[in-house]
Structure formats: C-alpha cells, structure tokens
C-alpha cells in the first residue's frame, strides 16, 4: 500500500531478513527503492541507530512507522518483572526512542507522519479465555504517548496509531493461538473474518496520505469489530 512509483522505503526487522527482503522487492517491482535494516529495537541505542540509517540511505525521512513488539499471554500471576520490562522496551520505549531520533528529520519532512500500530489487547482484556497483561500495558502506554506527542508536535507532525485485532499470519509466522483457537475467536469477530495484513497496510496508507493531513492524537481501530 506505500509502494508507489517513486517512493524510497526502509524495511526493518530484528531477525526475519527473508521476509524483509520479500517485502522489498515487492517495493522493487512496483517502481519504488527500498533498503533493509536489521535491528533489535528493544536495545536502547538501536532505534537511534536504525533512523539515522535509514534517513542516509533515504535521504530524509516524511513518514515513520513503528511496528514493533511481541504477544506474551503470561498470566500476572507468572508474569516476572524481566518480562514486564522485555514488552515495554520492545513497544513502548521502542516507539519513544524512534520518535525522539526521527524527530528533527521529520521536521525537515514534507508532510511528516509518525504513526505507531497499537493492538486491541490494550482495550479488549478478555478474548474466548485469552489475556496479554505484559503487552497490553505496553501497549496502552504506547497509545498514550501518540496523544501526547500529537500535542507536542502540532501542527507540524501528525502523530497517530492504527489499532488491528486478530490479524491472520504469513505462513510459518508467530502466532499466539493455535489454529482451532483462531477458528473459535473468529466466530466471534462481527466481521466473520480475521484481519489481513492489507487491511492494516490500507489504514496505514491512509494515515500518511495527505488525505489525513487534519487528522492527529487518533487510534484507528481495524479489527472487524472486535472493540465496538
């Protein structure tokens, strides 16, 4: 959905290099430049590092999505600080230390967006038996810094995030639930069906077209209806 004739693209991940060199290609073949960097951005000085990376290789940055983080289901009650502190650093503090680096680049941007993808655990806590404290915290947090920096930022960058429910994996991916625990959660989807990854790539387009241009401090929901 960003890949358009002419636009320069960074892919990152921590460790899934195939996967990033697919995504682009695909950029490739629909007329755009695309580099990939590998980064583990719940290291503290990673994210610094991979935006000024990506800014050099860009020359610039207009648009910054921050997609990192992990599902853990450990019950509170198991749940150990290490482990509290591993989903904040990936989400939350990964989102606050990209924002912070890519900030004076994105000053120099033309239309800047900054926009982070959240996920409904941080507003629906109980799914067909299935709780993510660890992530949801992170989470909310993340989804509070994207209103305050939407307010620190204005009116120069937009700031907001795209909140997706259960959304079907690439084949061989992570996944939370086994197979018949999606089949149970998605009959209870208003939209009988799961998300797709082009369900959340088209919002995320939309956000960072200058058709949202007014839009700022604003979490999209995409999950077929799971938070009405």
């Known amino acids: 959905a960003l890949a358009a004739p002419g636009t320069i693209v960074t892919v990152h991940t921590r460790a899934n290099r ?10 490739r073949e629909r007329g755009g430049t695309a ?4 980064a583990d951005l719940a290291a503290a000085d990673a994210p610094a590092r991979l935006v000024e990376q990506a800014a050099s290789a ?11 983080g992990f599902a853990d289901k450990t019950p509170v009650e198991r749940l150990s600080d290490e482990a509290f502190a591993r989903s904040h650093d990936a989400i ?3 989102f606050l230390r990209l924002a912070r680096a890519a900030r004076p680049y994105l000053l ?3 239309e800047p967006r900054l926009i982070a993808v959240s996920s409904f655990v941080a507003h629906v806590f109980r799914t067909d038996m299935q709780v993510f404290p660890a992530s949801a915290a992170a989470k909310a947090g993340m989804e ?3 209103r305050a920096l939407a307010i620190e930022w204005a009116p120069r960058v937009t700031v907001n995030a795209v909140v997706p429910g259960f959304t079907r994996k690439d084949p061989g991916a992570h996944a939370a639930l086994d197979p018949k625990q999606w089949e149970e959660i998605t009959a209870r989807i208003p939209m009988r069906r799961l998300g797709t990854p082009e369900d959340l790539a088209a919002a995320i387009a939309f956000l960072a077209s200058p058709a949202a241009g007014y839009i700022t401090g604003q979490c999209l929901h995409v999950d077929g209806g799971i938070t009405a």
């Not at 195939?18 to 950029?27: F, I, L, Q, S």
């Not at 580099?35 to 590998?38: G, I, K, R, T």
């Not at 860009?58 to 990192?68: I, K």
């Open 92 to 94: 939350a503090f990964a």
């Open 144 to 146: 509070a810094l994207v």
């Open 18 to 27: 195939e996967g990033a060199e697919r995504t682009a290609a695909a950029v």
């Open 58 to 68: 860009m020359g610039g940055l207009d648009v910054l999505v921050s997609n990192a």
């Open 35 to 38: 580099h990939v960097l590998l």
């Open 108 to 110: 120099e941007g033309r």
